[in-house]
């Protein structure tokens, strides 16, 4: 199993990448998995389902099941957010794993950048941002740079350079 990041702030299109990304590696013959950190809170339960009941009555976890998927919800309930590390462990193997946000964490990235959005770039302060990809690739001289809009050469970067979880997990236990 093998992952790499997308990172950037909020606005920069790093869902819209994925949401693009995925069928072309799903093409190419890989199975991939996403790790989403959401800034705010969220919810995937809502009132008068027995499961949102069985989470209000102090169930830590909740198991959800049918013939299509099933979905795990745990509750936090004080505890501390898992690290990307925990997560990680909690997957079901695959050829990919593409992680959005956690950026603050030490694993493999490529930056996703807009110049509509003003903020600064994040890859001058952090090594493990691989490349960026940005509606302006000519302002970039650093590292690799895409065209938010070149999906195959953004596939074809994140297929070389993913890094084995287990090299990221242990670059995170260091960290």
Known sequence: MRMMGLAGWSGAGKTTLIKRLLPS????????STVKHAH??????????????HREAGAKEVLIVS?????????LRGDDEPDLKKLLTLMTPVDFVIVEGFKSEAYPKIEIHRAENGKAFLHPDDERILAVATDHPEAITVRPSFDLADIEAIADFIVAHAAPVEEVLGVLTRS
């Open 25 to 32: 590696l799903v093409a190419r013959g890989f199975s991939v």
């Open 40 to 53: 705010h809170r969220f919810d995937i339960d809502h009132p008068g389902k027995d499961s949102f009941a």
């Open 67 to 75: 013939g299509e998927r099933f979905a795990l919800m745990h509750e």
